[in-house]
């Protein structure tokens, strides 16, 4: 089951994939003010939602992590904090062109592109801990993961927190028929490719932990013990 | 109020310790001046009505730089001597632990931030505010440096007890505390530029503050000395790892 679930994920989004592609690019109408690059919405909106999700995900695990000190835990919250990465690479990099065709710049430095380019920060930041980090520093980053957690309200509300850029959050609930008809097979589509790949890299990292403690049972058994090389006796060698 | 009166206490304490050598207020003190002749030489030739905009930035950008190098410190004492051990096991609330050395921080960081500000004021006409509103100020700083000591204790607990690289504090450091410095750093423009929204932005600042420390306070134990281990294999595996 364990195999078959991210298999059977990536299959299903395999299948959508190319139907959402022809969906946005053939059957969705051309939108009248912003023209060919608001196809792009169909990318960017998902890859924030997913991103968003993930970051919950992360921070849930880790503050699991912290408290029982679960390897599963860990595992989960290491993972989605790469998919973090990931997803938020995504979004950081359609966001801007999407920005730039309806703005006429790039980046605004708006709350909503601050917190969200801070939430990608925080889990390089992670990452980076995760990999360099000395003994010990899986409980910083856990830390980290949490603080994380906290800045996806911030970049869900920061529209109305503050004069933003973006459009509100209400702008969902008011897109057509058509325009749904496009975005949920595109969202379908990149979230179980996530989910997918989740569970790909929980599995690893809970190997990872496994293929250690096992070899750390040998070493306490005397396995991986060399066996000391018996001193030349003074007189034998020409034997 | 116990767990407020140990922290008082170990607070006394390292400041008092503090006080017999100086080494983190001088040092830190001496960065700031380096830092603000740095930035004085940079942005001399700044047109007045540009300062507002570039003044908040050389603050606060102070602050953080001033900051790190604190933190990097503040658990250095109790890492060289292995006092940590000694008051983790103490009969001490761990909160209390968190909150002394998160008000010793900030004693440091008002210190550098008061030469800061001071340097600034007389460099740049336009931070004259600065000494205009000296109360406005206070608060500003007050709380901008609180919200940087309160997660950054937390980080640098948390690098001293795992023996890990100073160099990820800062890695860890900057992308959390950007809030809270994005706040003052508006919060100071319009503090400069007399808007009325500065006690807005000053009440944003003042609520991140409150997060980070509870965050902080609630994260403490676990960050510093975890949950006992169900397998003694899995700490070992995780060293043999790295």
Known sequence: ?239 | MVALRQAWLLAVNDLRQEARDLELILTSSFFSLVVLIMLGMSFSALGVSSQPLAVPGMLWLSVAFVGALTLGRIFTREREFDTLRALLVAPVERVSIYLAKAFVTLVILLGCSFITVLGLTLLFPAAQPFAERPWATAALVLMGCTAYAGVGTLFAAGLASSSGKNVLLSVILYPLTMPSLLFALVATRSLLEGHESFTTYLGQLTATNVLAFVVGAWLFEPVLVGVPQKRSGTARAARRRR
């Open chain 1, 1 to 239: 089951m364990k195999k078959i679930l991210p298999i059977a994920f990536l299959g299903a989004a395999a299948l959508i994939f190319p139907v959402s592609v022809k969906t946005i690019f053939l059957d969705t109408p051309i939108e009248n003010q912003m023209g060919t690059v608001q196809k792009i919405f169909y990318f960017h909106v998902p890859l924030a939602w997913i991103m968003m999700l993930l970051a919950v995900v992360c921070g849930v695990a880790a503050g699991i992590q912290l408290r029982r000190d679960s390897k599963r835990a860990e595992a989960v919250s290491i993972a989605a904090a790469e998919l973090v990465l990931v997803t938020g690479l995504g979004v950081l990099i359609t966001g801007p062109i999407w920005g730039h065709a309806t703005w006429g710049k790039a980046w605004t430095w708006d709350a909503r592109q601050v917190s969200t380019g801070l939430l990608w920060l925080i889990f390089a930041a992670y990452v980076l801990v995760r990999h360099y980090g000395a003994a010990g520093s899986e409980r910083l980053a856990a830390a980290l993961a949490i603080f994380g957690a906290i800045d996806v309200p911030v970049i869900y509300y920061a529209v109305k927190i503050w004069k933003t850029t973006h459009p509100s959050n209400d702008v969902a609930g008011s897109l057509p028929a058509s325009m749904w008809a496009a975005l949920w097979p595109a969202l379908i589509a990149l979230l179980l490719t996530s989910i997918a790949v989740l569970l790909i890299r929980v599995q690893q990292e809970l190997t990872d932990v496994t293929l250690d403690e096992a070899w750390v049972d040998l070493d306490d058994a005397g396995a991986n013990k060399l066996e000391p090389t018996p001193a030349p006796t003074s007189g034998s060698g020409d034997a």
